[in-house]
């Protein structure tokens, strides 16, 4: 049973770009969590998302930022006009329907804006 | 709300030395406990949960943690560590949603 899958791995984008990010997760899991982990801090919750459903996202920036699952495919996390405090290690997180208190997470995204 | 307290930033041990990371929270309601841990460039491995019952909790790879309400701690402990141990912890609650909230972690050093 694969793990939770993220892509790419490792991102660099120009000031301006836009940033997607890929989550995959684990067979059978139908939550999806998106954390982002700044330098020298602990994660901190974005969204939380269910097939075609944005359940919570009292932690997403007010701007540039949007998150979706789609009913097929994996789940995006979608930043426009990047800036480099956008620049972190973003993490993405499944559970099955059942267990939302065990999420496993992938091994991140790293984005580098210069 | 919660909230996660990690009062150790770092932590350097010898080998085979016992070690104790910190954690303290606070939450109006009742919370879910959680020690993960981060090698570098990798993503987070659950060690351990507390969801209720026994409040000793035994994890993967030898830790263990024990629950304490009055004192809304849940600290993380080894008896013998390995340099392989050598990573970052972090705590995390879970409580009124499914949103976990992470303290900011503890890089614990194991030195041979």
């Known amino acids: 049973n694969a793990g939770v899958m993220q892509n790419p791995r490792h991102l660099v984008r120009r000031r301006g770009q836009e940033a997607r990010l890929r989550c995959s997760p684990m067979k059978g899991h139908s939550h999806v969590y998106w954390y982002r982990q700044l330098p020298e801090e602990g994660l901190k919750f974005m969204v939380y998302?269910?097939?075609?459903?944005?359940?919570?996202e009292s932690g997403m920036p007010k701007e540039r930022f949007s998150a979706e699952f789609p009913k097929e495919g994996p789940s995006i996390l979608r930043i426009q006009q990047v800036v480099r405090g956008d620049s972190a290690a973003y993490f993405c997180a499944s559970s099955p329907p059942s267990l939302t208190d065990t999420q496993y997470f992938g091994p991140g995204t790293r984005l580098t804006v210069l | 709300a919660q909230s996660v307290t990690q009062l150790d930033s770092q932590v350097p041990v010898f080998e085979e030395a016992p070690v104790e990371l910190r954690c303290n929270y606070s939450s109006s309601v009742s919370v879910y406990l959680f020690w993960y841990v981060q090698y570098p460039n990798q993503g987070l491995q659950l060690l351990l949960k507390y969801l209720s019952g026994s409040t000793l909790v035994k994890g993967i790879n030898g830790f263990e943690a024990e629950f304490n309400k009055s004192q809304t701690s849940f600290h993380l402990r080894k008896p013998s560590v390995h340099i392989s141990d050598t990573a970052e912890y972090f705590c995390a609650v879970q409580g009124g949603s499914e949103k976990l909230v992470f303290g900011k972690g503890t890089k614990l050093t194991v030195n041979p």
């Open positions: 998302l269910q097939k075609e459903n944005i359940i919570d």
